[in-house]
Structure formats: C-alpha cells, structure tokens
C-alpha cells in the first residue's frame, strides 16, 4: 500500500500530477478498473476513503459471474489470497419451510481480503493507491481552454487528515459505493433511496459449530429482514442481511434482530455472532439519477443499488468495471459529449436490465407469508427456482476485451 510519507508525500504529489484517470473508491468496481486502465499503461489514481485493509457489510459471496470475470481479467489468485471456498448448494428457510437448490461456479471469500487483493491488484499493475483519502469531485468551471469550450480535465478535492490538494484528470470513474459521497456536490447527481427500503447489516466471524457447514450458502427469511451466512476456506463465518429499520427502534440492537430472524426460522444462533464486528449501511435499495457526466463516469453500487442475493453485487461492481475501461481508453484521447449517453446506455442494457429478478425477489422476500408460499412452489416445481437461479447468476456471453492498448507516446 502507497502511504504519504513526511516531505516527498504522494499525497502532495498527486496534486502535480495530471491523471489519466482518477478512480473514486477501492472496492470491487474501483479496484478492477484501474487495476485493467493501469496495465494499458495509463497513468491511475485510486483513492479510498478507508484505511486499508477494511472490513465491509457483506456476506462474502461471489456468483459464477464474478468468478468468471476475475478468471477473464487473470485475477483468480485474488480468490486465493481472499479465503475462497466453493459454494455447491444454496438453502432457504422462511419460518418452517426449508428448501435447498444447487449452487454451480459460486464461492464464499472472506470480504476484507478479497478488497485488500484487488486494491493490491492494482498497485501491482502501476495504479498509485491513497488510502485514508476522501475525495470530492468539482463542480465543472475553471477556463475551459477547449476549443468547443469544455475542460480538458475534471478537478477533484482530495482530503486526508488535515491536509487537501485539488488534483487534475481526463477521466474521474466514481465508484464509491452505496452513498456517492464523492458526487454531493453535483446535486444532478444525487440518489434517492426507495420507499420501504432496508438497511445493510454485516461482517465475519470466529465460529466453530457444525451448524454452518462450508459449501452451503443458508439464507433465512423473517418478519423484518432476512441473513445470509456463508463459511470461508479458513472456517470464519461471513453474515449479509437487510432488516428494516423500523426494527431498530426502542431498546433493539442489531444482534437481537438476526437472533430473531434466525429464531423465526428454526436456525441456531451461531455462538459468534453476539461478540461479532457488525457493520451497517445506510438505506440500500436506490437508483443514481444520473450515471454519467463531462470527464465523469460513475460504476458499481454509486450508480444504482439494488438488493443482491447469492453474490451478485459484487458480479455487477465489476462487470460495470470492465465495461467501463473502453470508454476510459477512449476519453483518453479526448472527451466527446456522446460519451455520457454511451455508459448511460450500456450500464442500462448490460448490468441495470439483469436486476430485475433481484428487484423481484426481494420484494417478495418482504413478506414472509408470501416467501413461504413461493418455497412451497418451488419444491413442488424444482424447475422455477433452477431457472431463477440460473438466470441471476449466469455468466455472460461476450465479456469485453480486458487489455487496452498501451497509448502512444
Ligand atoms: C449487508 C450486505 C451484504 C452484501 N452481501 C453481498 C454478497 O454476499 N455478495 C455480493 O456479491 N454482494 C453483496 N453485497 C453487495 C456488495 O457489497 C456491493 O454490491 C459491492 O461492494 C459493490 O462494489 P463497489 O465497488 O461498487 O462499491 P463498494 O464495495 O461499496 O466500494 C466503494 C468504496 O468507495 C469508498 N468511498 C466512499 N466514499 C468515498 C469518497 N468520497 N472518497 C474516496 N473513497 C470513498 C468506500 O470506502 C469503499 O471502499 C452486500 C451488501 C450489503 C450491504
């Protein structure tokens, strides 16, 4: 990890220096981006909020999809370095109805590990990576000295402890999560959580029961939320759940609502979880309202966040990263206006149209009476959750070229 250093800090060079590309945020879409735009030889920034290595809500599971895309890009050491274990079956329960399908291609990974490598993965292909670094993207202005008028950069606040450098670059990609924080400046920008929307609860855990066999991703489904929990290759115990927030109030702390999402369910209470590091999110579901602006590209969660079930956020983080890099090529060699139509319009067809079954699921996951009634259906009619199944984790077809060219001197 690149640190600022007393005299010739980073931080402070930075600010002299004109990025290729500025990438907002280490996580899956952030990392993989400039990992791909740094091994074509442009000059990347990456920066991140958190000190690294960070923990982060999430139930560490990554669908076929994800798999396939780290496999596409040469990244499958990163599932090693981060406590990958195959998943071969996925088991829901709501209330007393059980039902467990098969799981292809999915595995469990400790999260914190799976950020930190990919981070590394970009530090390795050249990217210069500022943790601990906040940063606040410019309203456009400054003399445009463009001929037709707009600036040949986007300027960028960059905070860390108490020092602050404004940086330049021909491309900013804003993946920065669930809150773009990066963008409230922009409020063209800013994002609305939907009605009825729940919160983030997650993290790993030190557990020893047979209760959570590895290979099994078990999911429960209560009255007010419902959590998935996993076992990585070195035995932790990765939970993700959503719980409304109403279920929060009064003397309720979040352990006491998975204990009893769990107890609705029949599940053992796993030893751990009381003493577990649990973090929060704010409001989850919400969509971005716009996705693209001058010099300006936002990816992953920032761009929309819709509720994942068996590992697809983190499948949609980096798909929204590799589709992103050949426009980063492209604005490279100039900005044209169309641009911001183009990722607008790919984000729409290629990552935003395969959200709709997750939309629906969980929905229906809301109600518990309405879940049990599908589980009943679907162990009646194996054939409807195999196809649900398959069609939110299935892989693509065409997965775009992963090596830009290296520019032109
Ligand atoms: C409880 C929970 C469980 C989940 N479980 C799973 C799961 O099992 N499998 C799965 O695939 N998905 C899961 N997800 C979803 C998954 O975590 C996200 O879809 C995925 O992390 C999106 O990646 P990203 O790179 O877009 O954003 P993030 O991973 O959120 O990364 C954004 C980064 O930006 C940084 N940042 C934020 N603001 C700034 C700023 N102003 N300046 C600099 N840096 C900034 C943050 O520190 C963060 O590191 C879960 C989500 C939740 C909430």
């Known amino acids: 990890m690149i640190r600022p250093a007393a005299g010739d800090s980073p931080f402070a060079q930075a600010a002299r220096t004109t990025w290729d590309v500025l990438v907002i945020g280490a996580g899956p879409a952030g990392s993989l981006a400039a990992t791909l735009l740094a091994r074509g030889g442009r000059r990347v920034l990456l920066v991140d909020v958190h000190a690294f290595p960070r923990e982060k809500a999430c139930g560490g599971c990554l669908n076929a999809l994800a798999v396939e895309i780290l496999r596409h890009c040469g990244l499958t050491h990163i599932l090693e370095q981060s406590e ?6 996925f088991r829901l ?37 500022l943790d601990s670094t906040r940063a606040v993207v410019l309203p456009e202005g400054g003399p445009p000295v463009l001929p037709d008028g707009a600036a040949p950069v ?14 330049s670059a021909r491309l900013v990609l804003c993946a920065d999560g669930l809150t773009h924080s990066s963008l409230k400046r922009l409020p063209e920008f800013a994002s609305q959580a939907a009605s009825g929307s729940r919160i983030g609860l997650g993290g790993a855990m030190v557990d020893e029961s047979a209760d959570w066999p590895a290979g099994r991703l078990s999911m429960a489904v209560g009255d007010c939320g419902y959590a998935g929990l996993v076992r ?15 279920a929060l109030t009064g003397e309720a702390q979040p352990v006491d609502v998975l204990e009893q999402i769990l107890n609705q369910c029949g599940l053992p209470v796993p ?26 590209l936002v990816l992953g969660d920032a ?6 079930f068996t590992g697809e956020g983190i499948a949609w983080a980096l798909h929204s990263a590799l589709l992103a890099v050949p426009l980063a090529v492209e ?11 183009d990722w607008t319009r790919i984000l729409r067809r290629k990552v935003t149209r395969n959200q709709w079954t997750c ?51």
């Open 84 to 89: 990958a274990a195959p998943l071969g079956s």
């Open 93 to 129: 329960a709501c209330r007393s109805q059980v039902a467990e399908w098969p799981l292809t291609g999915s595995v469990a990974v400790h999260r914190g590990r799976f950020d930190e490598a990919l981070a590394q993965s970009a530090v390795a292909a050249g990217a210069v990576f």
């Open 154 to 167: 986007r300027r960028v606040i960059l905070q860390r402890e108490d020092s602050r450098e404004t940086v």
């Open 232 to 246: 990585t290759a070195s035995g932790s115990l990765s939970l993700g759940a959503a719980i409304d927030p109403g």
């Open 271 to 296: 030893p751990g979880l009381a003493g577990m590091d649990l973090r929060g999110t704010p409001l989850l579901t919400r969509r971005a309202s716009h996705c693209a602006g001058h010099r300006l």
């Open 303 to 308: 761009a929309g966040y819709v509720e994942p």
């Open 331 to 341: 604005a490279g060699s100039g900005w044209r206006r169309e641009l911001e139509a």
């Open 359 to 409: 939309r629906l699921l969980a929905r229906l996951l809301r109600s518990p009476a309405l879940a049990g009634l599908s589980l009943k259906i679907c162990r009646r009619l194996p054939v409807v959750p195999r196809s649900i199944m398959s069609r939110i984790g299935r892989s693509q077809p065409r997965l775009p070229p992963v090596c830009p060219d290296k520019p032109q001197p």
